[in-house]
């Protein structure tokens, strides 16, 4: 995908306006909130440095938590703010651009005041580019704008995969509801070799061969789709489950009770949290033969102790893959850092959201604004 780039433009004494992804997590140290995790922040920093050697003034701007279009005080950006003058202390940081109603709603006369005195525009924010916001749509429209590096490598690298991926292709899909992630799923039929679905979604697919899945996740209003998709013979999906009876308390701090083996069939008053040891071994088997793979979404409740395992299989065994690997979506990336894994990846995508509607449909709203700015 042809993005404008910024090596051409002319810097010297211009304001640049940065739109930057710094939702980053915070933790109160010695009685105030300090960024506990930097990575996003150096991320940015080849881009602002590059910036401001060409002589350009640097202001950033970043969404930070939910704050909803109110000014709410915890949501201040002021630690990052004290964080990025420690790594550049030349580049402006504005406050929170969801302090503003008019960034969610896209608000023109919003857009317009973050480009007031502003000559050039750059998106570095990849996780927000699936969103239509004031401060992705708009500036674009305004002045000279430009992709960032990090964003137009993210880019690059997911479109990759889908166009000329080395064979097989390996993809893993899980995540708790198949409502959210049976387009993808569609998409990877056409463009991988092996579809692997995990997670609360599988459960719906696993009910149209007549398993039974007791109390799991499931959703009626998609059990045709799966089964065509099962039936295009492209599709894995786990061969047996492990999980609890009802009412036993499942969640981040565990449980009393010891997880129940419960084979190819989930028994009425159970629910499924996590695959079994047959599908650890086939979907490990999958994956070891992968010379291209893509992983997005959990395939367990894998928060729980008790039901990592499936998850932490499929992060070891994409780990020690020597094919090109990408990671996307907050919960697969929290599970290969908590297994100390986030290295052995070729690519950890940067968004969740934005990774999957990139991958789904091709191209994304922030994406589209760069290409039709009439100065590109
Ligand atoms: P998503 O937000 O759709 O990517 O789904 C991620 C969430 O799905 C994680 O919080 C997982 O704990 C949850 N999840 C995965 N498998 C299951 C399952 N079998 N039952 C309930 N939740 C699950």
């Known amino acids: 995908m042809e993005l404008p780039r ?3 433009w002319d810097l010297a004494g211009k304001r640049a306006l940065v739109r930057v992804d710094f939702n980053v997590p915070v933790a109160t140290v010695d009685g105030r909130l300090e960024v506990t995790d930097d990575f996003r922040l150096r991320a940015a920093l080849p881009l602002f ?4 050697a060409r002589g350009a003034q640097v202001v ?12 709410v005080e915890e949501y201040s950006v002021a630690p990052i703010r004290r964080r990025l003058a420690e790594l550049a202390p030349e580049v402006e940081l504005m406050e929170n651009l969801r302090f503003h109603p008019g960034e969610e709603a896209n608000d023109r006369a919003f857009g317009e005041s973050l480009v007031a005195g502003v000559d050039y525009y750059i998106n570095e924010a990849f996780g ?10 708009i ?5 000279p704008s430009a992709a960032g590096p990090n964003l137009a490598h993210e880019v690059e690298t997911i479109l990759s995969l889908l ?4 064979r097989p292709f390996v993809a893993i899909v899980g995540g708790a509801k198949v409502a959210d992630k049976l387009g993808i799923v569609k998409v990877l039929v056409d463009k991988a070799d092996t579809v692997i679905v995990g997670g609360g979604m599988a459960y719906t697919f696993e009910a149209t061969q007549g398993r039974t899945i007791g109390s799991s996740l499931f959703n009626a209003d998609y059990l045709e789709e799966c089964g065509r998709l099962l039936a295009t013979g492209k599709v894995v999906i786990p061969l047996d489950t492990r999980g609890l009876a009802d009412g036993d308390p499942v969640g981040p701090s565990g449980g009393a009770s010891e997880p129940i083996d419960f084979g190819a069939n989930i028994p009425n ?5 996590d695959i079994g040891a047959k599908s650890v071994a086939l979907f490990e088997e999958t994956i070891a033969r992968a010379r291209t793979i893509l992983w997005n979404g959990p395939v367990g409740f894998f928060e729980d102790p008790r039901f990592l395992a499936g998850t932490a299989a499929v992060a070891r065994a994409v780990a020690t893959s020597s094919a090109l690997s990408v990671v996307g979506g907050g919960d697969s990336v929290a599970a290969l850092r908590q297994l100390g894994l986030e290295g052995e990846v070729s690519f950890v995508s940067t968004g969740g959201g934005a990774s999957l509607e990139l991958v789904e449909f091709g191209d994304l709203p922030g994406l589209r604004a760069l290409r039709e700015s009439p100065f590109a």
């Open 128 to 137: 927000a580019s699936h969103r239509a916001h004031a401060s992705i749509m």
């Open 269 to 273: 008053h159970h629910e499924g949290f």
């Open 163 to 166: 166009t000329n991926p080395q």
């Open 6 to 8: 910024p090596e051409r």
């Open 60 to 71: 950033a701007a970043t969404h930070f938590g939910r704050p909803k279009g109110h000014v």
């Open 139 to 143: 500036p674009p429209t305004l002045v």
């Open 49 to 52: 440095r590059d910036l401001i």
